[in-house]
């Protein structure tokens, strides 16, 4: 969302939302406590001040505040909820380090728990609807105008446009060039540039978002001083789609704007929350279904000549070969410069590990890899180097599905791209997803990956 001016309306919302939060989180303690009458005032004080604490934490790491008024209601939700999962997870966490968990009452607790959020969503559904019912009657909307029609207008229109609760009201395009040299879809061509200039001075535009490709510098700079004789409020929106449209986000290092290109979300605090990740789920899943591994390496075993696991050479982090485990489905071990996929009918492939394939049990060792650091729960499915080698040359941004540790199980996977891919087509569908995961991680993401992965299996019509 824009800042400054614009803001008015969305600095008290946040605002609100920052105090009422508060009172939820206190209120909604005390009340809990005094209804079961258990615990002392100075307990619950602690309580509720270290509660506060990790809420805040959490909601500025989460940008819990400062993306309300941009995601839908049901994304907000989810944004919330994870927000507060690592809030009662650090609670008890800090409570089992200090062993004060049996100082309260779990039912107190667990009301507390679940009113809380539940408050906090009803809050937020409720601002949703007085705002966008405001605009729908043309209650404090501002009017907003865009100076270059281009992608990044488009897009900026078609935010604003699916959200009533902006407050804002898209006017159009001002533009120099005739409306048959553009390609307009959510935005109509409303005038010149001079008409924009023209219609800000009679109060007709609040703001102007000037979205011309950064090589026009001179002719910015004339529109901003032109600009300057009237009230509207002036962006400057850089056209990042000139770089790499799919993977360009926008940073700040020393105060000055950068373009990330190219980047892993896995650096600093998230890289230790994605291995923290990692390492718990890894272990638990190994400690449940370790009878089953010990019965399936039995099984390959004795019913096919051979190792029990196969090491398979694929890229990792960074481009680097590991060594990944398999149970062995076949009764070749391809590891060279040549490897064959395998196909409907693959004589290659054992009775025992067309099952295994099909159920994707033979994955399950790569839970040894994650808990050595060579691969995470979630991320782009590895491929062996071979196949790495082929689909880099035909694929352009292929190699970028490894600025982060390959998964066990994927985005692209549970979206039905697992198995053979027999085409470049498939595989360029396969990259597609995995760089939708690596542009848009959270833990949050991860979660619905692994529970997908958990009900829904890795099964696929394509895995032979």
């Not at 809030?87 to 968990?101: E, K």
């Not at 005739?178 to 061509?189: D, G, I, P, Y």
């Not at 105060?255 to 979300?265: E, F, K, L, W």
């Not at 650096?267 to 010990?294: A, H, N, Q, T």
């Amino acid at each position: 969302m824009v800042r400054g001016a614009v803001q008015s309306s969305y600095d008290n919302a946040e605002i609100l939302l920052r105090a009422v939060d508060v009172l939820f989180i206190g209120g909604l303690l005390y009340g809990s406590m005094l209804l079961v009458g258990s615990v002392a005032p100075d307990h619950t004080f602690l309580l509720m001040t270290t509660a506060l604490l990790y809420f805040q934490i959490s909601a500025r790491f989460w940008n819990l505040y400062g993306s309300w008024q941009l995601l839908p209601l049901r994304e907000e939700m989810r944004q919330l909820a994870i927000v507060w999962l690592a809030v009662l997870s650090a609670l008890l966490i800090t409570g089992f380090a200090l062993h004060v968990t049996s100082d309260y009452s779990r039912l107190a607790l667990g009301t507390w728990s679940l009113s809380v959020p539940a408050c906090m969503l009803g809050l937020r559904a409720y601002l949703r609807h007085h705002v966008e019912r405001n605009a729908r009657k043309g209650i404090d909307i501002r009017i907003l105008a865009f100076i270059g029609a281009n992608r990044t207008a488009e897009r900026i229109a078609r935010h604003f446009h699916s959200r009533l609760w902006s407050g804002l009201r898209v006017a159009g395009v001002y533009d120099d060039r005739a409306v048959k040299r553009l390609n307009l879809q959510s935005l109509s061509l409303v005038g010149s540039i001079d008409d924009l200039v023209r219609d800000a001075r009679e109060g007709k535009v609040d703001f102007v978002f000037i979205t011309l490709p950064i090589c026009a510098e001179h002719r910015i700079d004339q529109i901003v001083r032109d600009l300057a004789d009237t009230t509207a409020s002036v962006f400057i929106v850089p056209d990042a789609y000139i770089f790499e449209r799919n993977h360009a986000n926008w940073r700040e290092v020393a105060g000055h704007p950068i373009i990330s290109v190219y980047d892993t979300p896995f650096f600093g605090i998230s890289g230790l929350l994605k291995r923290l990740e990692d390492v718990v789920v890894s272990s638990l899943i190994l400690l449940l279904i370790s009878p089953l591994l010990l019965a399936i390496a039995v099984a390959v075993r004795v019913t096919s000549p051979g190792p029990t696991i196969f090491r398979q050479r694929r890229y990792g982090l960074n481009g680097q070969v590991v060594e990944v485990w398999k149970f062995r489905s076949m009764t070749v071990t391809e590891n060279g410069d040549t490897v064959v996929q395998a196909t409907r009918g693959d004589l290659r492939v054992t009775p025992l590990g067309a099952f295994l394939r099909r159920t994707s049990l033979d994955e399950l060792p790569q839970f040894f890899n994650v808990l050595q650091g060579q691969m995470s729960i979630v991320g782009p499915r590895p491929h062996a180097v071979a196949h790495n080698e082929q689909y880099r040359a035909l694929i352009h941004g292929y190699m970028l599905r490894h600025k982060v540790k390959p998964g066990i199980t994927g985005w692209a996977q549970i979206n039905g791209w697992r198995g053979e891919t027999d085409s470049v087509d498939k595989m360029e569908k396969r990259v597609e997803y995995d760089m939708h995961y690596i542009r848009n991680w959270s833990l949050g993401m991860d979660l619905r990956i692994i529970i997908a992965t958990a009900f829904k299996g890795f099964r696929g019509q394509n895995a032979y």
